[in-house]
């Protein structure tokens, strides 16, 4: 077992919009778990990280973006737990913030063109494949381990929830939660609001990992702001008055759409008056290191 110790309260957001229409919003913070480890990338890395130790691997190969906050997470986790390194990087050499701490961390990174990217386990076997000690970790965590991870969300969980919110990137953590509100019987609704465009795919991704049942879910596809880490200026103005008014910070890639969507929906009564409302913050914040411009 990794030994990792970490708080993540639920603590009530009382906005004006909120009282007004009798709706209680509460969140999960898990953003508060460590700075670089935070939120989801911790509950998608646990199980991973133990299947390498078991496995004896003591490197770990990994993917994502210049801004990716799995690569940052793995790098701080390897150090942390006594892996190496090492993460492909998605297009042309950068340099910055996220990836001088990866490297700070100890990772070493390969940066690679966008084709060849795009098949991560051809990738890994043309530089990997005679070694005895890589671990393969698919790009964002994705994966069936990882989703055993989220699912833990719920064990922590203490009080009764009528909806429960989570951004979804490949689905993952969408997966976790359904598993872990499906295994305590639980009666709340779970949302997944996907910060892509197309979202609809999520489902067929987090079916394939085979602990869901994607009628257990709604996505809300409207909430994208033309695709992965575009943005729109009513997002921009929303993370602002949001963060001001509630000293939580939220980032527009991911966090920002989420919980966007869970004001607009309040607002439209999708959601009705006497429901208690719980939205999962998964971390990511240093993702908006790339976008302080927009602000």
């Known amino acids: 077992m990794l030994d990792f110790d970490f708080y993540s309260p639920e603590e009530e957001i009382a906005l004006p919009l909120y009282k007004e229409r009798g709706v209680r919003v509460f969140v999960k913070r898990d953003d508060l778990i460590h700075p670089y480890i935070s939120g989801n990338k911790w509950r998608k890395l646990k199980y991973p ?6 496995d004896g691997k003591t490197l770990l190969v990994t993917f994502g973006g210049a801004w990716s906050n799995h ?10 737990f006594g892996f190496r390194t090492y993460g492909f990087v998605r297009g042309d050499r950068l340099d910055n913030p996220v990836l001088q701490l990866c ?3 100890g990772m070493e990174l390969h940066f690679v063109d966008r084709e060849r990217y795009r098949d991560k386990k051809a990738l890994f076997n043309i530089y990997f494949r005679d070694s005895r000690e890589a671990y393969f970790m698919d790009e964002g965590g994705y994966g069936a381990l990882a989703a055993e ?9 203490c009080d009764t929830y009528d909806h429960l919110f989570c951004a979804c990137g490949t689905g993952t953590t969408l997966a976790g939660l359904a598993k872990g509100i499906t295994t305590r019987q639980w009666k709340t609704t779970l949302h997944g609001v996907p910060v892509l465009k197309g979202g609809s795919f999520i489902l067929d991704e ?6 869901i049942n994607p009628a257990n879910v709604r996505l809300h596809l409207d909430y994208h702001f033309g695709g992965y880490a575009k943005t729109k ?9 949001f963060t001001r008014q509630t000293s939580i910070l939220i980032e527009p890639t991911y966090t920002g759409k989420l919980f966007y969507a869970v004001h607009d929906l309040i607002a439209q ?5 006497g429901s208690k409302v719980l939205v999962f913050h998964s971390g ?12």
């Open 49 to 54: 990280l133990q299947q390498a130790k078991t």
């Open 71 to 80: 690569l940052l997470a793995t790098a701080c986790a390897g150090a942390r």
């Open 103 to 105: 490297q700070l961390f």
């Open 149 to 157: 991870g989220c699912s833990e969300i719920a064990n922590e969980i």
């Open 206 to 211: 987090i079916a394939k990992l085979g602990i």
């Open 233 to 241: 200026p009513e997002l921009i103005e929303f993370i602002k008055t």
């Open 269 to 273: 009564k999708q959601i009705t008056s």
């Open 284 to 295: 990511g914040l240093t993702g908006i290191l790339g976008m302080l411009n927009r602000f």
